[in-house]
Structures are given as structure tokens and as C-alpha cells.
């Protein structure tokens, strides 16, 4: 409810609108009134009036941060004081006033006010009523009120251990299922063998959105499982603000740190992404901006202490080395620091025991972690030679930006093993890079050795990346490597006996459909591209219901497909496409990769740019639903897949934020036993 303001609209269902008209009359009369234009934790009690509490909920005890934008009637008249109240006891943290003559966005007059309390919490469950009142120079004040929940946990059976979360990035049912028939084949119309993935006792689905979006990015899709909040889209581990600092939002606790304070936890995330990338970022790094590289990996350093961060494995290098260095991307520009003179930054430092961070981009990063106890490989060779018994903290940066996929990684290894170079991670310069389930068997060694326990995030990103590139078999291999990498955890969680494991996505990407089968061998696919076909070609090709048939792969012994580009191959569309020129064979080159530092120079200029510039030969294009080079994120439900101690709990339909809670539940509580009715 929202006591004097004139710039929300309010939705017209009746009682709350009443109320409305009531109280603008009853100011009406009134002196010049201020108004607060945004109030957080988000609910629909301070958005729109209504009572039904769609809110923030956090766990008892769980930090967050009070904000408030606030506005004075015009601009002659200033804002002087502000104080939060929760349940009608006002919070005695002194408030920072940041003032909004610089630093705000544009729309938010100058003589407005943010005012914050840092790191708040609360242990009694329920929902709790919370108010800003803030006093302008002439005396007029504003009343904003909203509401937030403590959700309760409950005494239960076995406390789970370790959390492991297994991401596969965009990972949709089309995309399990595509993996599904490539590795494991079909025939009597029933799979051969399962997915690791498909062999989890408990599937449910998840819902998706963000706090601004039906269509959530990467960055409010993983931090909803690890905050239990909403975010907006490109914002992780924040509620969004009216500032321009991306470091200095309202933060809400991750899962990682709320362990870590309570009981001790380690943190570990391993990704095929560079490791500044969303998902992994989303469990540590507190921004608004995804994309503030160096600001967010020396966050993952400087902040271990609050994370519990002790594995960190991926790409990304380039945030690593000191601006001189070739291929660095470390740059003030995408840094922070927060000013100790400012309350509004320092109490971020004081009250939630962040670092305050530095503009230094000849920061030696991976110095630094050294210093700190991490050890660091830069190659599989040195991660398979690196004495994991003497290991406790672990860092291992594998390529400049985003590591190379399976099909590359595969390609490179099995030419390397015949002496032939020349190959795609050769041209990235980085021949010699893990899979994914080579970098989750390390990380699992080492986190092992905390007798507290951990958490580990491990991302098979490309499998987003790819299908944002509609390369049907570049994302099948990726899912393929990522399903190798649940085989391993679950061995690991089936042995340990005390460790909870999730498999699922943050969003699904593309739109994939598998929509058949080729009816052609791949000889005859070649001579009918060769011919230029456009429609012709595809009606010469696309196999639908029966005609589609089995396609059979086979696999090598590494497990993964001889080759891709067999007789009667499987068929992908794509519900969410741009423009693309398609041929169905396998693109013997990734697209660029912008996020690559090098991306500009030889030899990746003759990588294609887009997916208009390859499959020139067979003169069919794809007509596009959305516009730009890139296929885009959908809001379909995704699958989630759990075992071990609490997996019962992961079933039905559930939004991502649930997740949190149920997490957390089992990991602070205890193993609940299911309601079944
Ligand atoms: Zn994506």
C-alpha cells in the first residue's frame, strides 16, 4: 500500500482501487507531498496495492538489503531523512541517503534520494509488513509499504551434507532428448539405454521467468535457485535499482554464503564458460551488470571468505591477466570500487564483510589466488599431473574466454592422438583443454576434504551457446559431455550416501524440436547440396512421422559419435530462430565467439560471423521469428531431475526460487517426508 504518491498506476480490480481513490483524496488536501517510486524487496502489495503476496521471500536468518527511491514533490524541495520499518519496529541501522544529483538513472530526478539498510534479517516466519517513511525540507512526509515472507523450515530426518547442482545451460526436454538418441540409441521405438540424467529417481518441472521478464537470461535464472529471489535480467545476486553502479544493488545472501556463515561450507563451480559468464557468477558475484568482467572475478576472489569459494574451473583467463598483457580484457571500465566515504557503498563493506573492492587493472589475478592458497592449472595436462591430495583450493583457467565445446575438444584429441594439428582448439590456441566431467572429478576431490561439507555448481554451458547458434550437433555433444559429468556425480553421490544432486537448466534455448529424420544418406545429403536445391532440398531431405525412422549413431571409444554426419541423421528445428542457412551436415567451424579477445585476427576471421554466412552451397534459408543473428531464450518449463537424501521434495510443477528453499531445507533441517495427496 502506497500512502502518497501520483506516478504508479494501479490495475483496476475494485477494492484495492477504491482504497486508492480514498486515500488521494484524503491528501489531496494536504501540503506538497514527496513519493517513493520504488521499494525493496519487491511485492505486489508496495507495485500495484494488491494484498496477494507475490513478494520476496528469504529463509530465517538469510541477509538482504531495505531500499528505497525516493522523491521530493518538485525540484525546490529535498529529502532529509528516511527510516525503514519492519512489523512496525523501526530498523536501527543508520540509513546511507545516496543522493541522486549523479549516479542515478536517467528518469530519476536529480533531488531524489536512495536510501538503504544493509543486510538485514529475521528469523520469524511469516509474512512481515515493512515501510519507508521519509521526511521532505518542508516538513510534508511519504509513507511506502510492502511486505516480504520468512519462510519456515521444519525439523526433519537426515541433514544432507553436499549440494551439488548440475546446470546444463538453455538444457531443455528437446535438448535431453537429442542427447538421448545420439548416445544411446533407439530401436523397438524405445530407447536402448538411458541418460544418466534420465535415471534420477525424481523429475519435476520448473518455472522460469524473471523479476522483468517472461523470458529470463542466464543470470536471474541461476541466482533464482541460489537466492530464492527474482531478479531482473543481466542482475545476479541484487534487487534491481536506480543507480548506474553495478556493484552497488541491494544484495540478497546466496545459498553459498548463507552455508558458509551457518555451517561452514566450501563453494565450488566449474563451468565450460569463461568463468566471469552468468551462471557461474550468479552463485558468488553480487552485480547488476553480467557483463562487469573484471569486477566480478576479483569479487570471486576477494569475497571467498563470506562464498566459501575453493574450486574454480573454467574459462576466461583474459579477466585474469594485468591489462598489458596480450589477450587481457581486465579494464577499469568493467571494475568497482566502493567509496569509504560514501555510506551508501561503505556499508556494503561494513555491514555484509564485502571487500570494498579496487580500480587496478594491472591486478596479476592469478597471482593473487596463488597467493591465497589456490593452486592453478592451465591445461589438462597440469590438472591431470596436479597432486589433488596436497590440493585444497583450486583454480583452473583453460582458455582466454569461452573453452572450446566437446566437438572441437573431441576433434582436437582424437587428430593430437594421429599427429594431426590445425585442428578448431588449434586455432584457439588452447590444444590441450579437459572435458567437463575431468574438471568435476577434480573439483569433487578436493571439495571432498571439507568434513563440513560443500557446494558445487557445475554448468555445461555450451549447450546455450550452441543452440543460440542453432549448430544442432556442436549443442548435442555439449548435452552429451554434460550427461557424462552426471554419470560421474551421481556415482559419487550414490557412494557418499550424503549428498543431495539436481540436474536441470536455467531456461530453455531456441525453441529446439526435433522434428524428424533425414530420409537420405550423407552422400546423397552432399550431392543434393552440391545440386542447390533451396525448398526442393529440403523436401528431398526432412523425414516426418514414419519416415523419419531410427537415426543410429555409433559411438567411439572416447563415447562419443564416430561421426555426426552419418546416413538418415537426426533432424532439428528451431522455435525461436533468427535467420539461418541450413544443410543439416555439421558446420566444420563454430561460429566467432565476440566474447573471444582475438576473435578479430587470423585465423578465427575464417570462422563464420553469423548463420547467415555459412551452408552457403545449398541455397536454403531459414526464414527467422526474431530478428538480429542469434536464437533466443524461450519461457517453456524446464525439467529438473534429483537423487539422493530430499530428492522426493523436486517434484510437480515448481517456480525456480522454490528450489532455494527446498535446498536449503534439506541442507539446514533435515529430509522432509513427503506429502503425497
Ligand atoms: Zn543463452
Redesign the pocket.
Known sequence: MIKSHKRHSHQSSALPFIMFLMIQFLFSSAQAAPSVSRLTPPSELFSSGHSNPLIARFLPDQRFDLQATIRPEDDTRSIVSARFLVDGAVIGQEVALKNCSSGCLPGIPKNSVIATVRAVSFTKPGIHVFSVQANQNDGATVIATGNFEIVPLVSGGQKVKNIIILLG??MGAAQRTAARIVSQGYAQGKSVSPLAMDTFPVTGMIKTSSLNSLVT??SPGMSSYVTGNKSNNNEEGVFPDDTLDNFDNPRVEYLSEYLKRTQGKSLGLVTTADVFDATPAANAVHTSNRGAGTGIVDQYLDDRKLTGLSVLMGGGRKWFLPAQTPGSARSDKSDYEFSTSDLHTSAIVKHWGASSGLMDKDRDLIADFERSGFKYVPDSAALKNLDLSKTDHLLGLFSLSNMNVALDKIDGRRNAAKGIKGRVVDDFGFPDQPMLDEMTQAALTVLSKNEKGFLLMVEGASI??Q??NMDTERWILDTIEFDKTVQLVQSFAKKDKNTLVIVTAD?E?SGVALIGGSMVSDARLQELVKEGGGTNLRDKVVGIYEKAGFPRYSLDTDGYPKTTDIDFRLLVGYGANADRNEDWRTNPLPLQDSQQPFNKIQPLSAHPADPMARDLEGRLTITGQVPGTSA??TATDIPLSAMGPGAWSFTGVLDNTDVFFLLSQVATKGVLVPKIY
Request: glycine share 8%; net charge negative; charged share 35%.
Open positions: 545451460d538453455g537470461d542466464s546455450d551457446k543452440a543460440h531456461h534455448c533466443v531464450h
